[in-house]
């Protein structure tokens, strides 16, 4: 979660407190690497685990101590920085490896490959050093027994053998080497965490997340499995005493470019996914080929229900609040039909429902009583300000003046229709206009002006709440305005008295130059 970062402009604290000023090169740039270990403050994990700067400094005190000096603190830089180098490594090499078994022969000692395999045997080492999060307890644990006890119970086996580079060993003679590939697949596990670590640091959204992931697995998984439905019979014809059998099923040993190999392997595929098959006379049964395109059917088949349920459930998080608001209103219809509104009430009803949800659902009283005070004024700062400081009487105001107006204001919103103020009684409030229009009428109905967003009235009645009105003011569609009480007013320009009369001031001056202006008119 980001947060609003605070320009401090005390001096900044040295990274090693415990190097002296004489300090030479190395050890400073060995202090310089030791820092890289130690929690970070914009780590995701320190925000949500650690919170707060003592409790961070309480940690990286905890680990400077000589039994967790090089341990990598599981919300360091290093650790993120190295979490991101893995994912582009093994990302690219899962798309690549599948595609060396439609070349003709392709070098056992690729270089790219086996730098994965290097680069996957330096990441084992460093996860017996690299500290974890115990769920339990809550609590970073860093001693290094506990840490490779851990991970030799968890997912150790299975990483060792995905970064052996067996690929360099050829069963037989012809090219086969590549079979080993397929024990490069649990690296999918070690890039998921990868994935994790560095999503929840840039603060993708759910469904961003959720979508890049159904896009990558659907892409990993049909091209593996195009990997799988040619190198098993390449694999297998050399087991096989029928070795044309294989040729003649697989139709594809014979195509020359490498491209088309692919993507014919890559249609059967799909075909096979989807339930539709592939057309192929029965001339020999062969147990091999029944247990291939048996379990890629199977497993395709698993895999897209897997997907399309995914994708409808992102649709469904996606639409939910547009999906309650419906049925809210469908409530609301019902309800209005069992007190027998009559229709004009109803549309009125409704286009307040549309106007103030505006097609999605959500709880505004249980968001304000979540959210603190000061980001409540945060809120009503963010909508109000530019309404305020465009008054005349408030411009050239102090600041703390003006916010303390802000936060004194209170939402209004008029229907169609309705009298904002009638003629003849007396105005104790403010109102400025937010979003819609007003007329304004004078006593023989006779329309004077229109206002419409950014305008106010009624400022005499911060100085005569019991002054009587000449105009009446209806609203000429849903308008939302923010209104000021005199007693409020009154409350916030208490502290300021040479205010008061600056106000006053303003107010006559604008009110002499509206007369003057009708004068004119008339």
């Given at each position: ?388 400081t465009r008054i005349p009487m408030f411009q050239d105001m102090p600041v703390a003046f003006v916010n303390t107006i802000i936060f004194s ?114």
């Amino acid at each position: 979660m980001k947060t609003i970062q605070h320009e401090c402009m005390l001096p900044k604290q040295p990274r090693c407190l415990d190097l002296p000023p004489t300090a030479g090169c190395c050890a400073k740039l060995i202090c310089t690497l030791r820092s890289l270990l130690l929690p970070c403050d914009w780590h995701h994990g320190t925000m949500f685990h650690i919170r707060s700067r003592k409790n961070l400094a309480l940690e990286k005190e905890k680990q400077l101590t000589k039994a967790h000096a090089f341990v990598w603190h599981p919300y360091s830089a290093i650790k993120f920085y190295w979490d991101c180098l893995g994912l582009v490594v093994y990302l690219c090499v899962l798309f690549y490896m599948p595609f060396q078994v439609f070349f003709n022969c392709k070098n056992r000692y690729d270089a790219f490959v086996l730098f994965s395999d290097a680069f996957a045997a330096f990441d084992i080492c460093t996860r017996f050093i690299t500290g974890y999060n115990d769920k339990d307890s809550k609590a970073v644990i860093l001693h290094l027994g506990d840490i490779a006890k851990r991970y030799v119970k968890g997912s150790f086996t299975l990483d060792l053998i995905a970064a052996l580079p067996l690929q360099i060993y050829q069963p037989f003679k012809k090219c086969t080497h590549t079979i080993w590939f397929i024990l490069k697949l649990p690296r999918l596990m070690t890039l998921k965490e990868k994935w994790k670590n560095a999503y929840e640091q840039v603060e993708l959204s759910y469904l961003t997340t959720a979508a890049i992931g159904v896009v990558v697995r659907v892409l990993l998984f049909f091209h593996w499995m195009t990997y799988i439905h040619y190198q098993v019979p390449v694999f297998c014809s050399q087991l096989s005493e029928n070795e044309y059998v294989w040729s003649n099923r697989s139709r594809s040993f014979n195509i020359t470019n490498d491209f088309h190999r692919y993507t014919t392997n890559l249609y059967w595929v799909v075909g096979l996914c989807i339930g539709a098959g592939y057309y192929r006379p029965v001339e020999e049964i062969l147990i091999y080929d029944l247990v291939l395109t048996s379990v890629i059917s199977l497993v395709g088949l698993i895999f897209i229900i897997f997907t399309f349920a995914t994708v409808f459930r992102l649709f469904i998080y996606e639409n939910t609040d547009h999906f309650i608001f419906n049925g809210k209103l469908k409530d609301l219809k019902e309800y209005m039909g069992l007190q027998r509104l009559p229709n004009i009430l109803q549309r009125k009803i409704l286009l307040f429902i549309n106007y103030k949800f505006n097609g999605s659902y959500f709880n505004e009283e249980y968001i304000l009583n979540t959210i603190n005070e000061q980001i409540k004024q945060d809120i009503n700062m963010h909508c109000c300000k530019a309404l305020v400081t465009r008054i005349p009487m408030f411009q050239d105001m102090p600041v703390a003046f003006v916010n303390t107006i802000i936060f004194s204001l209170v939402e209004v919103m008029f229907m169609p229709g309705e009298v904002v103020v009638s003629q003849g009684e007396p105005i104790d409030c403010l109102y400025i206009i937010s979003s819609g229009s007003v007329t304004v009428m004078d006593s023989n109905g006779k329309e004077i002006t229109h206002l419409r967003d950014g305008a106010h009235f009624g400022d005499d009645a911060l100085f005569e709440p019991t002054k009587i009105r000449k105009t009446t003011i209806i609203a000429l569609e849903i308008t939302e305005t923010y209104k000021l009480s005199n007693e409020a007013f009154r409350g916030c320009v208490r502290p300021y008295p040479q205010i008061d009369a600056r106000v006053r001031r303003s107010v006559q001056f604008s009110n002499s130059k509206l007369r003057l202006r009708r004068m004119t008119i008339d």
